[in-house]
């Protein structure tokens, strides 16, 4: 096991480039099992999620190649299983989209039940549902989920949920199904657009990704020899402008799409930061004085869920006192007891927390409960004072890529050791 030692006290200064999508790729990596051919995909993040779905692509049946640190080529031609590896899908989150996927290309499917952060409970009924309406057979039994279809028929699936996960899934399940599918109260994240995207730059007739209703027509088949770069990730750009805003900083963040983060950068504003925007690079600064806010968190456009550990971290040193809603996940402010070991002023009970600011932060010896919280751990062990010790940082390289490399560029002193 590893863990990070942060020395604090740093204000964070230069520029950063963003990678890939986390919660893209892990999403159109299952996408290209559905194509009957050769797919490239560019900017892919090298983090362990997509290399835990690139092991179980493989062992699938299907080729997949690192041609660069960035660059994957996926052959499905010679998938020949439909049964995932229980041991490896049962570990993360996005092995359910092997569901969507499989059900597509094959008509059947056997994963494990997804696993993932901790965040509470996290049902798949909706993405059940929806399969079940498409005309398959969907049974869940000892930790496993199998779906099977002799054809799967377009339908009209409205979501009683907004979710990420069951919209991505119905998409992949949906575009080689015979007939129009019609997905009402859809997310719209910017990896939803992003996998629309790229179905339809290998032949898919999807319509509407972005917006609350998404209509795909069925095509036979999706065809090979495309390329296809995935977006940049929001969660990571936020990360960043939420880091340079804590810590005072002024960060040139490269790589990232502005519109992507306006409901981050509203906050910001308020809080008494600065952003400009450069197109396709965004700079934040800030004096280090911040106001408190109030935050509640929503499904795109609204503020992400993934990046309001983040932002407990700010708002535990602003000046007076604020409160986050959080309305996504039960159990999402598992980092603020670590705060509160840094000094922090914090309340939380249930899905609502009280930030009442301090002057500052002190090191402290600091677990990550979940990828997010590990970020926003990171960002708090380089504005306290003193030094930190960070444990359980295989859940930050879950989704984040030589993030120590990128912090180290920005002025942190910051080692990743053997504990
Ligand atoms: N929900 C249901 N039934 C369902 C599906 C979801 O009730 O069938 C509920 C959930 O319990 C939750 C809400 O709907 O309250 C939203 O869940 P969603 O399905 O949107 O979440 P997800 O697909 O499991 C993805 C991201 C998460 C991110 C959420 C919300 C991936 C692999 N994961 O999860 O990312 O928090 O959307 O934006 O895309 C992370 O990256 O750290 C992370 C946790």
């Given at each position: 096991m590893e863990k990070f030692i942060i020395h604090g006290n740093t204000r964070l200064v230069g520029e950063v480039e963003i990678s890939g999508a986390k919660n893209a790729a892990v999403a159109i990596l299952p996408a290209t099992l559905l194509i009957d051919g050769i797919t490239t995909l560019e900017n892919v993040p090298n983090i362990s999620d997509v290399k835990i779905i690139c092991k179980i692509l493989s062992s699938l049946g299907a080729s997949v190649t690192w041609?660069?640190?960035?660059?994957?080529?996926?052959?499905?031609?010679?998938?020949?299983?439909?049964?995932?590896?229980?041991?490896?899908?049962?570990?993360?989150?996005?092995?359910?989209?092997?569901?969507?996927?499989?059900?597509?290309?094959?008509?059947?499917?056997?994963?494990?039940?997804?696993?993932?952060?901790?965040?509470?409970?996290?049902?798949i009924d909706q993405h059940i549902k929806g399969f079940e309406l498409l005309g398959a057979k969907v049974d869940c039994e000892q930790g496993r989920i199998s779906a099977n279809a002799k054809k799967l028929t377009g339908s009209t699936i409205y979501f009683d949920v907004v979710s990420v996960g069951a919209t991505i899934n119905l998409i992949l399940a949906s575009v080689l199904a015979e007939g129009t599918t019609v997905l009402n109260n859809v997310a719209k994240e910017p990896h939803i657009v992003d996998v629309a995207n790229f179905l339809n730059t290998v032949g898919a007739d999807i319509r509407g990704a972005g917006t609350d209703i998404i209509k795909i027509n069925g095509v036979s088949k999706l065809t090979g020899n495309h390329t296809y770069s995935i977006v940049p990730d929001q969660i990571e750009t936020g990360t960043f402008m939420?880091?340079?805003?804590?810590?005072?900083?002024?960060?040139?963040?490269?790589n990232c799409i502005y519109e992507h983060m306006d409901s981050l950068s509203a906050k910001i504003l308020e809080m008494g930061g600065k952003i400009e925007n450069f197109g396709d690079s965004i700079r934040v600064s800030s004096s280090g004085k911040i106001h408190p806010t109030n935050i509640k968190t929503l499904p795109y456009p609204g503020f992400p869920t993934d990046l309001q550990p983040q932002m407990g971290v700010a708002l535990s040193i602003a000046n007076g006192t604020s409160i986050i809603n959080e309305s996504i996940w039960d159990s999402r402010f598992q980092y603020t007891n670590e705060l509160i070991k840094m000094g922090a002023k914090i309340t939380a009970q249930g899905k609502t927390a009280v930030f009442e600011g301090v002057d500052h932060l002190i090191g402290a010896p600091l677990y990550a409960t979940d990828l997010r919280a590990g970020a926003a751990l990171l960002v708090a062990g380089i504005i306290a004072d003193g030094v930190s010790e960070l444990y359980n940082i295989h859940f930050i390289d879950r989704g984040y890529e030589h993030i120590e490399e990128k912090f180290r560029k920005l002025g942190t002193k910051i080692e990743r050791v053997n504990e």
């Open positions: 041609t660069n640190e960035h660059t994957v080529v996926v052959d499905s031609r010679s998938l020949n299983c439909t049964h995932a590896p229980l041991e490896m899908t049962s570990k993360f989150r996005a092995s359910y989209y092997l569901l969507g996927a499989l059900l597509g290309r094959c008509g059947d499917v056997e994963v494990g039940l997804p696993g993932g952060c901790n965040l509470g409970a996290r049902p939420i880091a340079a805003l804590a810590s005072g900083g002024d960060i040139l963040i490269k």
